[in-house]
C-alpha cells in the first residue's frame, strides 16, 4: 500500500487551501466588485475578528473541550473596556488589560466548572454565554458605548502600519493581529509544555491522569489561554466598529468553530493546528462575503454554512477512521 508523502491532517489543510483559492477564483469571476480594494480589506477585517476567536477555540477543541461563550464573551470583554475607557475615564493600556485580563478570567472560570466541578463542556460554556450575554447588557445599561473621546482606540484595528508598504492595499493593523495572534497559539501549541499537555488532554486524558499530568490544573489553563485571546476579539470588534455593542456576540461562535474544523482540528481532540485554523477562518470569511456580493440572502448564507459544517465534521469521521 502507497503511503501519502503527508499527514492526513495535512492533506486536509491543503484541500481547505485549495478549496479558498476556488472560492476566489468564483467569486472574482462571478463579480466584478469581489476583487475592489474595498472588499478585499473589508474581507480581511471580518477575517481578523472571526480568526482570533477561532484560534481560542482551537486551544480548547485540541484538548478536548468546546467553548459556545467565545462570541458572547468577545462582547462582554468589549463592554468592560467601553466601561474602563468611556465611563470610568483610564487610559487606553487600561483599557486593553481589562479587555485580555476580563476574558482570561471568564474562560479560567469555565475551565473550572469543567475540570473542578465536572460540568460537561457544552453545557459550562452554554450557560457562560447565556451569564455574559446577561451582564454585558447589564453593564452597558443595553445601550452601546461609544469610544468617541478615547484617543488611538480606532486605530487598534482600523489603522495600516503597512499602508506605505501596501498602499494598493492597507492592510488593517487588525489583521496583523491575527496574524501575530496566530503565531504565539502556533508556538505556544507546538514548542512549549501548554501545547504538549493540551495535545494530551485531547487525544486520552485518562492517561494523561495516570502519567501524573495535573488535568484540572492544565484544563484550567486552556480555558483561561483562550478566554484571554476573545478578550483581544473583543478589542477588535470594539475598535472596528469604534464601540461596544452588548446586543452583538451571539452567533460568532458557530463560524469560529466551523472554522476551526474546515481548518482541520478534530472535534474529539488531540489533533489540530492554528495554520489550518486561519485557513478555515478565510474560507468562511470569503464564502459570507461572496454571498453577499451575489445578493443572496442571510438565511441562504446561514444555510451554506450549516452544510459546511456538517460537511467538515465527515470528513474528519472519515479521516480518523482511516488513522
Known amino acids: 500500500m502507497t503511503r501519502l508523502p503527508f499527514s492526513p491532517a495535512a492533506l486536509q489543510r491543503l484541500l481547505a487551501f485549495a478549496g479558498l483559492v ?9 463579480s466584478d466588485n469581489f476583487l475592489q480594494t474595498d472588499n478585499l480589506v473589508s474581507i480581511l477585517q471580518a477575517t481578523a475578528v472571526n480568526g482570533v476567536l477561532a484560534i481560542a477555540c482551537t486551544l480548547v477543541i485540541v484538548s478536548g473541550g468546546i467553548d459556545l461563550s467565545v462570541g458572547c464573551l468577545m462582547t462582554f470583554c468589549a463592554v468592560v473596556t467601553g466601561v474602563v475607557l468611556t465611563n470610568w475615564g483610564m487610559p487606553l493600556p487600561l483599557g486593553i488589560l481589562a479587555a485580555i485580563a476580563c476574558g482570561a478570567a471568564c474562560g479560567g472560570l469555565s475551565g473550572w466548572l469543567v475540570a473542578q466541578l465536572r460540568v460537561p463542556p457544552f453545557i459550562a460554556t452554554l450557560g457562560m454565554m447565556m451569564l455574559l450575554k446577561g451582564l454585558a447588557l447589564v453593564i452597558s445599561g443595553s445601550k452601546p458605548i461609544y469610544f468617541l473621546d478615547t484617543p488611538g482606540f480606532e486605530a487598534i484595528a482600523q489603522d495600516s502600519l503597512l499602508a506605505n508598504v501596501l498602499p494598493a492595499l492597507p492592510i488593517p493593523n487588525s489583521v496583523l493581529i491575527l496574524f501575530a495572534v496566530a503565531i504565539v497559539a502556533s508556538w ?14 485531547g487525544s486520552n486524558e485518562e492517561a494523561a ?3 501524573g499530568l495535573q488535568v484540572k490544573r492544565w484544563k484550567v489553563a486552556v480555558y483561561a489561554v483562550g478566554g484571554a485571546i476573545c478578550g483581544i476579539a473583543g478589542l477588535l470588534i470594539a475598535s472596528r466598529l469604534n464601540s461596544a455593542q452588548p446586543a452583538l456576540g451571539q452567533g460568532y461562535e458557530l463560524d469560529a468553530i466551523a472554522a476551526v474544523v474546515i481548518g482541520g482540528t478534530s472535534l474529539v481532540g488531540g489533533r489540530g493546528s492554528v495554520l489550518g485554523t ?8 470569503v464564502l459570507a462575503n461572496g ?4 445578493n443572496v440572502t442571510q438565511e441562504w448564507q446561514t444555510a451554506v454554512t450549516g452544510v459546511i459544517i456538517v460537511l ?10 482511516k488513522d
Open 278 to 285: 486561519l485557513i478555515g477562518a478565510f474560507i468562511m470569511s
Open 312 to 321: 467538515a465534521v465527515y470528513v474528519d469521521i472519515l479521516r480518523r477512521g
Open 188 to 201: 505556544l501549541l507546538s514548542q512549549t509544555l501548554f501545547g504538549r499537555y493540551a495535545f494530551a488532554l
Open 22 to 30: 476556488v472560492l476566489m477564483v468564483v467569486f472574482s469571476i462571478a
Open 209 to 211: 491522569r495516570l502519567s
Open 291 to 294: 454571498l453577499r456580493i451575489l
